[in-house]
């Protein structure tokens, strides 16, 4: 009597289970399909697409000549300088054509006193498709030390 109280209840499962796929049956195939994007399956980025890092350095170089060639220090504007740098800066990464990679972007802006400076990241990455680049621009008055980190979406 137990084998067959168990038999039932696997046969009204198999029998829900082939209810929930036969209910899309009936359907067009585009009502199934309809708003939703497919998986593309890639997990590594297109060689031309890569993360290159000198590419990525010359344009935060010339971000950094641009906005920074004449500025001076100042505690109070310092704040908005940063955001408006790393913003320009992911702007222009974003237009690189780098698909699918997600853009970090770190600046650092410093009095020019004379005195050292030691900056560390540590990043838990693909080695692979990952990669970071950095830039330190400096004139009498300031120091900025841009790191722009690229991570791919899988």
């Known amino acids: 009597m137990a084998a ?3 038999m039932s209840s696997a ?12 209910v899309g049956e009936g359907l067009p195939e585009a009502d199934k399909n309809s708003g939703e994007t497919e998986n593309t399956y890639i ?5 031309q697409q890569r993360f290159r890092p000198s590419v990525v350095k010359g344009c935060i170089h010339a971000v950094l000549k641009e906005e920074l060639a004449m ?3 100042s505690a109070e504007e310092t704040p908005q300088l940063t955001k408006r740098l790393s913003e320009n ?7 690189m054509g780098f698909d699918r990679y997600k853009m970090v972007v770190q600046v650092v802006i410093g009095e020019q006193r004379g005195e050292g400076v030691f900056m560390a ?6 080695a692979d498709t990952d990669n970071y680049t950095q830039d330190v621009f400096v004139n009498d008055s300031l120091f900025c030390v841009v ?3 690229g991570c791919f979406y899988y």
Do not use: Q
């Open 147 to 149: 790191a722009a980190f």
């Open 11 to 22: 046969g009204a499962r198999m029998s829900s289970a082939s209810a929930r796929t036969s």
């Open 89 to 95: 800066i992911k702007d222009k990464l974003k237009e």
């Open 43 to 47: 997990l590594r980025p297109i060689f």
């Open 71 to 73: 500025a001076e220090y």
């Open 4 to 6: 067959s109280a168990r």
């Open 121 to 126: 990241a540590r990043c838990f990455w693909d």
